[in-house]
């Protein structure tokens, strides 16, 4: 397995092709051709073995990375020993900066060392530090300017070590300046960021570019992510969401370079075995969690302290309880409340749908909902019911012997004649319930339509209690014939033995 592992990814193409005996000179040709190149993505992985490249239990989210790496020159450190920042001081510590000779600056190069170099040579304890780590030399500069001007005493809040040291305490939720600060800072870096997005997107973005995992060359940056996500499943994000992209394709092609996983960072013998192992764990992608790619991403400096993660996750509560809140203000809404109804026999008009019912009731003894109940009216049944009433009293007829009258108030008078006895539905095999006309409502928004809506459940009931029935005698009747024919068989087996004989 280790020489067909080898001879694959010498190759280029699979080894069962290598054993081919016609593929045999083409292969030996391409040997010796020192000129080919070979892709990220040319490479037919189905023989290798990447099991001793990972472990039994190898976690499919990484989560944990180094922290984002800094470069800050503290500002608030003197440049010739001078432990007064006034602007004479930092004049001459720029010309000293501008000059050849080493700045007397300490350069810091991790967040750690950063809150050391604060507390112990400033006496200065910045609380949610890491919120501005995009930030943090225009921060600090902005901070030392501040000093320059007023005490530290005077705009935070401070404590006293066991060794007598003062130690000053900014926290913007306490500290006015120090939340005046962070904003300034965020928006004058978000406009400078969004400055170079622009410059980019006229220049850079419309440069052809290679992909990262094979020869293909696309003619500008969009098409270069479609292509990604298309050809390869790779997918970082749009175009207008990213800034710096060269530096961040870079990074990606040096660490590809390198057989390294853009995933998990795990590096590799091989692009073969890089390649099986980011197919195998799905890992053509970056880590959410990967604070060093969080500079590329413009949704990380709209509000400094929030990750895109934590700022998506705000959007989606928000539209969760939006829409949780639309769905609430319709839980108090009655369709059935204060609609006007039209009774069904004459051209009144009743303030609600009870009322309306209680009408036809008193004035006609006609009762809709114990008709429907008494007559096992389903719901399309008691629809086309409704729609037959009035379409036969706009003609000033009666629904129920069909008799043509002059007006409408002589309807009406018949109806109240006739009585309960006479008012009935039509019979369940007439065809009046198969006319589909019969469905279209009428009177257009018929509170009437909906007067017995909620006891569709309950025909739906009555309806599975009936299949249940039917189906319990349709079992019956197979046991029955089930019966019979076993009884019959020994019969008719006996029967040709019999004339044999």
């Not at 040291?165 to 406009?191: F, G, M, S, W």
């Not at 500008?220 to 992209?245: A, Q, T």
Request: glycine residues 2%; negative net charge.
């Amino acid at each position: 397995l280790q020489t067909s592992n080898m001879f694959a990814v010498h190759v280029g193409k699979s080894s069962r092709a290598r054993k081919n005996d016609d593929l045999k000179e083409f292969f030996e040709t391409r040997d010796d051709d020192e000129g080919e190149e070979e892709t990220f993505d040319a490479i037919d992985d189905d023989d290798l073995d990447i099991s001793d490249y990972e472990s039994e239990d190898d976690a499919d989210e990484a989560t944990s990375f180094p922290p984002m790496p800094i470069l800050i020159r503290c500002p608030l450190c003197p440049a010739h020993h001078s432990r007064s920042p006034t602007s004479a001081a930092r004049q001459e510590e720029k010309e000293n900066e501008e000059s050849t000779d080493p700045p007397t600056r300490p350069l810091i190069t991790s967040a750690a060392e950063l809150t050391k170099h604060l507390r112990d040579a400033h006496q200065l304890v910045f609380k949610n530090l890491n919120h501005m780590v995009l930030l943090l030399q225009r921060y600090l500069d902005a901070w030392a300017e501040k000093l320059g001007t007023v005490s530290a005493s005077d705009v935070t809040s401070k404590t006293s070590e066991e060794d007598g040291t003062l130690i000053y305490h900014i926290d913007a939720a306490t500290c006015p300046a120090d939340k005046e600060i962070r904003n300034i800072v965020q928006k004058a870096n978000l406009e400078a960021i969004l400055l170079v997005q622009e410059s980019e997107r006229r220049r850079e973005a419309l440069e052809p570019r290679k992909c990262l995992f094979c020869k293909h060359t696309c003619d500008n940056r969009s098409n270069l992510f479609r292509h990604g996500y298309r050809e390869h499943n790779f997918n970082i994000g749009l175009p207008d969401n990213l800034v710096n992209v060269n530096e961040f394709l870079h990074i990606l092609e040096s660490k590809l370079a390198s057989l390294q996983c853009l995933y998990c960072e795990k590096t590799f013998t091989s692009a073969a075995v890089l390649r099986k192992h980011m197919r195998k764990k799905k890992h053509f992608k970056i880590s959410s969690h990967n604070r060093l790619y969080d500079r590329f991403y413009i949704v990380n400096y709209v509000e400094p302290g929030k990750s895109w993660e934590a700022i998506e996750n705000e959007k989606i509560d928000s539209d969760a309880e939006e829409a949780d809140r639309k769905d609430d203000s319709w839980n108090d809404w009655d369709e059935k409340a204060d609609m006007p109804a039209q009774s069904l026999f004459d051209q009144h008009v009743a303030p609600s749908l009870e009322e309306c019912l209680e009408y036809m009731k008193r004035e006609y003894s006609f009762d809709l909902l114990k008709t429907k109940s008494d007559r096992s009216l389903d719901f399309y049944k008691t629809v086309a019911l409704v729609n037959i009433i009035r379409r036969s009293t706009a003609n000033n007829a009666c629904f129920a012997c069909d008799l043509k009258l002059d007006s409408a108030a002589e309807l009406a008078a018949h109806v109240k004649q006739s009585g309960a006895d006479h008012l009935q539905p039509p019979a369940e095999e007439s065809q009046v319930w198969q006319d589909k006309d019969n469905l279209k409502p009428v009177l257009e928004n018929d509170p009437l339509l909906m007067a017995f809506d909620d006891d569709v459940e309950g025909d739906d009931s009555a309806d599975e209690e009936t299949s249940r029935k039917r189906l319990e005698e349709c079992k019956k009747t197979l046991r029955k014939k089930i019966a019979q024919l076993s009884l019959e068989a020994p019969a008719s087996e006996t029967a040709p033995n019999a004339s044999a004989c």
